[in-house]
């Protein structure tokens, strides 16, 4: 199966710095979706993304599906961005199994 | 809109003891799922619901079952819980429609199994 790979595993911030953050994936894909977990574990959509650029606020995204990877970028962060990071991708052929990658541990501090 | 909701939110059970979740979207979705999460790991899928009736195993199926009621309420049922099920369970929900897919995420219940 597809595999995701996300880096770097973990981050440490202080309030006010940008970060990028990235997501390799070993096929082709037919769906990327970024999330960011809060430390109650709440799971919230960030973009969904199978290519191209996206931007919400201090967050954007961008997708180069023909070099299989995405990049999140969080710009002026804050400490409420604290979380993980999780990009999860569809593949195969398959409209509904989400594959995940380990995610990335951001924290920011004030 | 509620967006998808799961109950419990916790539950604490003993080896060979038996539960179900429940999940229940309100957006009109047609798919629906169910992953979990483990320390230190995405999640992945048990089972999912391409479409009202129907149901499919995912990556790690084993030790569970699912019900579709209906087209807002998916199930699933431990039969007889093991150690090895305490995990995170989390819903999820998606249009069905096409290539465009998002799927949306309940608030997940957190299992320990003693």
């Known amino acids: 199966g597809i595999q995701v790979e996300q880096s770097p595993p973990d981050l440490i911030l202080q309030e006010g710095a940008n970060s990028t953050l990235r997501c390799n994936f070993s096929d082709s894909v037919n769906n990327l979706q970024w999330f960011h977990q809060n430390p109650w574990g709440q799971l919230i959509n960030l973009f969904y993304?199978?290519?191209g650029t996206k931007q919400n606020g201090r967050l954007s995204a961008t997708t180069v599906a023909t070099e299989r990877y995405s990049l999140l970028y969080i710009s002026s962060s804050q400490t409420t961005d604290s979380g993980v990071y999780f990009c999860?991708?569809?593949?195969?052929?398959?409209?509904?199994?989400?594959?995940f990658g380990k995610g990335t541990l951001l924290t920011v501090n004030p | 809109n509620a967006g998808v909701t799961q109950t419990p939110k916790f539950q604490v059970l003993k080896t060979g003891q038996s539960m179900t979740l429940q999940c229940a979207q309100d957006m009109n979705h047609n798919s629906m799922y169910w992953y979990r999460q483990d320390p230190g790991m995405g999640l992945r899928l048990i089972y999912y619901?391409?479409?009202?009736?129907?149901?499919d195993k995912g990556e790690v199926p084993n030790g569970y079952n699912v019900s579709r009621l209906n087209k807002r309420e998916f199930s699933l049922r431990l039969e007889s819980a093991a150690p090895s099920q305490t995990s995170v369970y989390f819903c999820a929900s998606s249009s069905g429609q096409g290539f465009y897919n998002e799927q949306f995420f309940g608030p997940g219940t957190r299992l320990t199994v003693l």
């Open positions: 999860a991708v569809l593949s195969g052929g398959s409209n509904y199994k989400l594959t």
């Open positions: 619901s391409a479409s009202e009736g129907t149901t």
């Open positions: 993304i199978p290519s």
